[in-house]
């Protein structure tokens, strides 16, 4: 069973960085798409970015184009998401996830293709 390990989450004030990291206990290389999700308090989990196999193709929810970069390093096993100019609003738990799922993608994958998920790691920004 393949486990994804988040970190890099912690408390920073409005304007600041942080980066995820999700490293893998097998190679990434075998994985499809993997992404990044997150779960404020008192909502729903949402999707935040997804990046393609081989890291080619990227997609990002609107909340955090421009502000976000996913990449993923399969030699490394890992997964990261840079955060900049964080907003209080992008407090939650993150969670990555990686699916066994090929090809390209033209807007988020939806929860229900990723087949392997992290604990998630909080992540909380202060104004």
């Known amino acids: 069973q393949a486990q994804l390990v988040e970190s890099g989450g912690g408390s920073v004030q409005a304007g600041g960085s942080l980066r995820l990291s999700c490293v893998a206990s097998?190679?990434?290389?075998?994985?499809?798409?993997m992404g990044w999700f997150r779960q404020a308090p008192g909502k729903e989990r949402e999707g935040v970015a997804a990046?393609?196999?081989?890291?080619?193709?990227?997609n990002y929810a609107d909340s955090v184009k421009g502000r976000f970069t996913i990449s993923r390093d399969n030699a490394k096993n890992t997964m990261y998401l840079q955060m900049n100019s964080l907003q209080p609003e992008d407090t939650a738990v993150y969670y990555c996830?990686?699916?066994?799922?090929?090809?390209?993608?033209?807007?988020?994958?939806?929860?229900?293709?990723?087949?392997?998920w992290g604990q998630g790691t909080q992540v909380t920004v202060s104004s």
């Open positions: 097998e190679s990434t290389s075998s994985y499809g798409y």
């Open positions: 996830a990686a699916s066994q799922l090929y090809g390209s993608f033209t807007h988020l994958p939806a929860q229900g293709a990723f087949k392997y």
């Open positions: 990046i393609s196999t081989g890291g080619g193709r990227t």
